[in-house]
C-alpha cells in the first residue's frame, strides 16, 4: 500500500498512437518495482505508482522511440526555457526524425530513375531502393520483428511483413515506396496529434509565471509558486493577473475570457473576486491573493481536462476492443489469400502480392485515432470557451439528451433579489425612497438590500437619521425618522399594525403582484400606506433564449425545478418557457424528479449551481454546473461546469457534443468504408502496395482533419 501511494508523474514525447500508448503501459506495467501505471494518451502524460528510472521507462518505450521526462508544475519557470535550450532541442529532435525520410525518399526516386534508364530488375535500381527501405524503414523493422515474435500484432508488424515480402518476390520498388509513404504519414499523424494537444497547452501559458507583489511593504517579483496567501498582487493595465483573489484597492474591467469564457470585459472593484490568467484593461489593481497558484481556478482547469483525456468514451472502448481482433484477424485473411489459391494452380508471386496488399490496407491505423483525436479536439475547444467537460463520456452522453432540467434560483433567475415595481399612494416616490432605505440599511434581510441597491440606483443614499430602530423576525423593520415612526414590513403585519384599514383599491393591486410570484413589503406611518415595493428574483435575460433554443434543437421535455414557492415557480416558468414546473422541492425531492426523468426520457441533463443540487447532478445523465469560476463544488460534482455564470454556454455545449458524435461516425465509418473498398479491389488483383498505402494514410489524415474541424465550432 505504500508504494502504491509513491506516484510519480512524466511527460512523454513521441507518443502518437493509441496502440503505441497501451503497449507502453504494459511494458511500465512490468518493470521490476512498479505497482501500476496509467497513460494519458490526449494529454501525453505517464502515471507511475511505484519505482522507475527514466532509463528504464525510456527503455519500455524504445519501440516506439518515447522520451520520457519528469513532470514539472506548469507554473514553475524553468531558466533554461527562457535561453532557447528547449526549442532547439526540439529543432534536434524535428532533424532526427525528418532526415531519414528525405534520404529515404531521394534514394527512391534514384532507383525509379535507374529503373527507368537500365531497366526493372537492375543492379543500380535495386540497390538505391534497397538503401531507401533500410534507411526510412529500420526503425520500423526493429519494432515489427520485436513485436512478431512477442505475438502482439500491430500495424508495425503488418508493414514490416508487407514490406520484407515485397522485397522477397522482387518487388523492391513497390517495398521502398511503401516505407517512404509509412513513414510520411507516421510523421503527420505525430504533428497532427500535437496540434490537438496543443490547445490544453495553451490553457497553461495563459497565467503569468512570475508577478510583482508587496510583502511586508516591500515590492518585489516573485516566480508564481512563491507568492503566498496574503500577499498584494500589483496589477498594471494591460498585465495579466497571476494568482486568484479579491480586489483591495482600484477600479478596472478585467476580460476574463480565459477563464469564463465572457467575451465582454467585467467590471472589477473593491470587495470583487478576480482569477489567475485573466487580463486587466485599464486601471490599476491591488489584489490580495487568496490562493495558492496550485489550488487557482485556472489550475483545477488545467488538472480536470488532462484527467478529461484520460477518461475513455463508450465509442473509444469499443474501438479498441475492435482493433485488438480485427488485426490478427487481417493477418490471417492474408495468409489465406497468399496460400489458397496458389495451391489451387494459382501463382505464388501474383498471390502473395495481393496479401500483402491486403496487409497493408488492413492497416487499423485510422480506425483506431478515430475517436481519441475528435475527444481531445472537443473539449480543447469546449475549454477554450469557458466549458469545462470532465470526461469523453460526459461529452457523448451531452450529445444525446431528450430532457433538460434546470433549478431556478441562480440558474434561470439571477438569484438575487431585485426591486421590480415601486407604486406610491402617499407624496413623492424619492421621499418614500429615502424613508425606506434608511429603515432597510441597519437591516440584514436579502429583500432590504434590494431595496437599499433600488434606492442607491435612483440617487437615494438612504441617510437620514434613525432612532428606536426594532427589527421584527420575518415580518418587518419599525423606526423613527425625522420624529415620525415609520413601518417597513409584509402586507399582513402592516395590517395587523392598524395601519391597512379599509383600502380595497390598493389591497387590489398588493395581490396583482403577489399574483405574478413577486414578494411585497409596504412602507406605512400612522395610519396609512405611503408605498409598496415588489421584490422578486429577477430572471437572467439569456434564460428564455436558451430554453427556445433547446427546444429548437430537439430536446423533448424541459423543466424546472426549485424549493420556491408554486406561485413564484410558475410566474418565471411562463416567463422563461418551461412547461413542466416542480415547486417546494427539497434536495432530496429534486433526486426523485431526476430519476424518475430518467426512466420516462433516458438521457437527461440537471443544470443547477452545484451547492444544493449536487445529489440531482449527480444522479443525472450529464450533471451540469453554473459558475465554476467561482464555486469548487460545482468543479467537483457537476461532470460539465459552465465557468461563467452564462446559460448561452448550454446549447453550444450540446451543439459541439452532437457534432463531436457526428465527426466520430463520419471517422469510423470512412476508415472502414476505405478498407472495405480497397479490399474489394484486391479480388480482381487491381490494388498496388502503394496504392493500397496511400488508402491508409489518406484514411488516417482525412480523419485527423475531419476531426479538427470540431475547433471551428463556436457558441
Known amino acids: 500500500m505504500e508504494q502504491r501511494e509513491e506516484k510519480h508523474v512524466y511527460r512523454l514525447e513521441g ?22 501505471a496509467q497513460v494519458n494518451f490526449g494529454a501525453a502524460k505517464l502515471t507511475v505508482y511505484g519505482r522507475a528510472s527514466i532509463a528504464e521507462l525510456e527503455e519500455a518505450g524504445a519501440f516506439e522511440n518515447i522520451r520520457v521526462r519528469p513532470d514539472r508544475p506548469w507554473y514553475e519557470t ?36 535507374l529503373a527507368w534508364r537500365t531497366g526493372e530488375g537492375s543492379f543500380g535500381s535495386v540497390a538505391a531502393f534497397a538503401a531507401a527501405i533500410v534507411i526510412g524503414g529500420w526503425k520500423l523493422f526493429v519494432k515489427g520483428l520485436k513485436n512478431l515474435f512477442r505475438f502482439q ?4 508488424v503488418l508493414m514490416t511483413v508487407a514490406v520484407i515480402g515485397a522485397a522477397l518476390i522482387g518487388e523492391w520498388g513497390e517495398g521502398a515506396v511503401v516505407v517512404v509513404l509509412f513513414s510520411v504519414s507516421e510523421l503527420l499523424e505525430h504533428i497532427s496529434m500535437e496540434k490537438a494537444r496543443q490547445s490544453i497547452r495553451s490553457l497553461m501559458d495563459l497565467a503569468p509565471k512570475e508577478a510583482l507583489i508587496r510583502r511586508d511593504g516591500a515590492e518585489l517579483t516573485v516566480g508564481a509558486e512563491d507568492i503566498r496567501v496574503g500577499d498584494i498582487l500589483i496589477v498594471k493595465p494591460g498585465q495579466k493577473v497571476a494568482m486568484d483573489g479579491v480586489v483591495v484597492k482600484g477600479m478596472s474591467s478585467v476580460n476574463q475570457a480565459a ?54 468514451a463508450p465509442s473509444q472502448a469499443f474501438i479498441d476492443r475492435f482493433a485488438r481482433y480485427y488485426t490478427p484477424a487481417i493477418m490471417a485473411l492474408a495468409l489465406a489469400v497468399a496460400l489458397v489459391p496458389p495451391l489451387l494452380g494459382g501463382g505464388w508471386s501474383e498471390w502473395i502480392y495481393r496479401a500483402l496488399a491486403l496487409l497493408v490496407v488492413g492497416c487499423p491505423c485510422a480506425l483506431v485515432i478515430s475517436t481519441p483525436v475528435a475527444i481531445v479536439t472537443a473539449i480543447g475547444n469546449a475549454a477554450r470557451h469557458g466549458v469545462l467537460i470532465k470526461g469523453g463520456i460526459h461529452l457523448e452522453e451531452a450529445g444525446r439528451l431528450a430532457a433538460v432540467a434546470f433549478d431556478k434560483t441562480g440558474t434561470l433567475t439571477q438569484g438575487v433579489p431585485e426591486v421590480t415595481d415601486v407604486l406610491v399612494f402617499r407624496g413623492e416616490e424619492a421621499a418614500a425612497l429615502e424613508v425606506a432605505a434608511a429603515l432597510e440599511r441597519a437591516s ?66 398588493v395581490a396583482a403582484l403577489q399574483r405574478e410570484g413577486k414578494t411585497v413589503v409596504l412602507l406605512g406611518t400612522e395610519g396609512q400606506v405611503l408605498a409598496a415595493f415588489a421584490v422578486a428574483d429577477t430572471i437572467r435575460p439569456s434564460s428564455q433564449a436558451v430554453v427556445d433554443r433547446l427546444h429548437r434543437m430537439g430536446i423533448a421535455k424541459t423543466v424546472m425545478l426549485t424549493g420556491d414557492n408554486r406561485a413564484t415557480a410558475e410566474s418565471v416558468a411562463r416567463q422563461v418557457g418551461v412547461a413542466d414546473v416542480r415547486a417546494e422541492l427539497l434536495p432530496q425531492d429534486k433526486l426523485a424528479v431526476i430519476q424518475e426523468l430518467r426512466e420516462r426520457y433516458g438521457k437527461v441533463a440537471m443544470v443547477g449551481d452545484g451547492v444544493n443540487d449536487a445529489p440531482a447532478l ?98
Not at 507518443?15 to 501500476?36: H, M, W, Y
Not at 534520404?103 to 525509379?112: E, H, I, M, R, Y
Open 259 to 312: 477563464i469564463t469564457g465572457e467575451s465582454v470585459p467585467v467590471t472589477k472593484t473593491v470587495g470583487d473576486e478576480v482569477f489567475a490568467g485573466t487580463l486587466n484593461q485599464d486601471g490599476l489593481l491591488e489584489v490580495e491573493v487568496t490562493k495558492r497558484v496550485e489550488d487557482t481556478a485556472l489550475a483545477k482547469i488545467i488538472h480536470l481536462v488532462e484527467e478529461a483525456q484520460a477518461r475513455r
Open 444 to 509: 440584514e434581510h436579502p429583500l432590504a438590500a434590494a431595496v437599499v441597491r433600488y434606492a442607491a440606483r435612483r440617487g437615494v443614499d438612504g441617510a437620514a437619521d434613525v432612532a428606536d430602530f426594532r427589527a421584527v423576525a420575518g415580518r418587518g423593520v419599525e423606526a423613527r425618522v425625522g420624529g415620525r415612526l415609520y413601518m417597513l414590513g409584509s402586507p399582513g403585519w402592516i395590517s395587523e399594525r392598524g395601519v391597512l384599514t379599509d383600502q380595497g383599491p390598493l389591497l387590489e393591486r
Open 15 to 36: 507518443l502518437s498512437c493509441t496502440n503505441c500508448a497501451a503497449q507502453f503501459e504494459n511494458n511500465v506495467k512490468r518493470l521490476p518495482g512498479v505497482i501500476d
Open 618 to 715: 449527480a444522479a443525472a445523465t450529464v450533471g451540469i454546473a453554473m459558475g465554476g469560476a467561482g464555486t469548487d463544488t460545482a468543479l467537483e460534482t457537476a461532470d460539465i461546469a459552465l465557468m461563467a455564470d452564462d446559460l448561452r454556454k448550454l446549447p453550444y455545449t450540446i451543439r459541439l457534443s452532437r457534432k463531436t458524435l457526428a465527426v466520430i461516425k463520419q471517422n469510423v465509418a470512412f476508415a472502414l468504408g476505405l478498407k472495405l473498398l480497397a479490399v474489394l479491389l484486391i479480388v480482381p488483383g487491381w490494388l498496388t502496395l502503394w496504392m493500397a498505402v496511400f488508402a491508409d494514410i489518406g484514411a488516417t489524415l482525412l480523419v485527423t482533419l475531419n476531426s479538427m474541424r470540431l475547433l471551428r465550432v463556436k457558441e
Open 153 to 156: 500484432f500491430d500495424m508495425n
Open 78 to 113: 524553468d531558466r533554461r526555457e527562457h535561453h532557447g535550450h528547449e526549442h532547439h532541442h526540439h529543432q534536434a529532435v524535428r532533424w532526427r526524425e525528418y532526415a531519414p525520410i528525405v534520404v529515404s525518399a531521394a534514394l527512391a526516386v534514384v532507383g525509379f530513375v
